[in-house]
């Protein structure tokens, strides 16, 4: 168990819809990233948030968008859901300052099906 | 971030060690290599990193070469359990506050046999 909770599991739902997926970092971690895995793209970095505040951005979609919360966990926001949004999104969450330096903790992932 | 090269598959015999070999040799000088894994859909699993020294941990050791443009993970005694897609990843350790999103390449598919 690596700490992160991310909910749903999974999610299916239709095209032109709209869906939120959470994720809860590990206690005490301040970076919480997202990262989405289709079949035919690989591991996606989408969007990386510290303490509240956007800190990197990739191939994130217009119809994506992100927060973190006062209490430090993370929504994904998706809309207009198209087919090819069918993937594993999963978020990950970083160990504070010092040693070791970046070593990201990811969550289960939720399952995400456009049907 | 420094490019990394990996083959795309290996076997291991299971009790055997296995030795996952990684290039990167364009990696500059502060640059870290990272190794996760992946079994089956589930989240990136941490592995172990390094900079220049060779590190061993619990799970695997790590071996850079001295001019660091290639490394190589063994797992000393492989198991069914270990059986995943290995990634080596090669980045600045920025600290919590910059920009941290890993770069995930194709990686290297382990399959351990009975």
């Known amino acids: 168990d690596s700490g992160v909770t991310q909910t749903p599991k999974h999610l299916i739902t239709a095209t032109g819809q709209r869906v939120t997926l959470r994720c809860s970092p590990r206690?005490?971690?301040?970076?919480v990233y997202w990262y989405q895995q289709s079949l035919d793209q690989g591991l996606q970095f989408l969007i990386q948030?510290?303490?509240?505040?956007?800190?990197a951005k990739g191939n994130i979609l217009e119809r994506f968008s992100a927060q973190q919360f006062p209490d430090l966990h993370s929504e994904l926001n998706l809309s207009s859901l198209e087919l090819g949004d069918s993937a594993l999104y999963f978020c990950?969450?970083?160990?504070?300052?010092?040693?070791?330096?970046?070593?990201?903790?990811f969550g289960a992932g939720t399952r995400l099906s456009v049907l | 971030d420094a490019k990394t090269t990996q083959p795309p598959s290996m076997d291991c015999a299971e009790g055997r060690a296995a030795n996952l070999p990684c290039n990167h040799s364009t990696i500059s000088g502060n640059e870290y290599v990272y190794w996760y894994r992946q079994i089956h859909s589930q989240g990136p699993q941490y592995i172990i990193h390094g900079l220049k020294n060779n590190e061993t941990n619990e799970m695997a050791s790590l071996i850079i070469t001295e001019d660091r443009k290639s490394s190589t993970l063994i797992l000393p005694h492989a198991t069914l359990r270990d059986t995943a897609v290995y990634y080596c990843i090669v980045r600045v350790a920025t600290g919590q506050t910059g920009a941290n999103n890993l770069f995930f390449g194709t990686g290297t598919r382990l399959t351990v046999i009975p």
């Open positions: 206690s005490g971690d301040l970076s």
């Open positions: 948030y510290y303490n509240g505040e956007e800190r």
């Open positions: 990950a969450s970083s160990l504070g300052t010092g040693q070791p330096k970046n070593i990201q903790y």
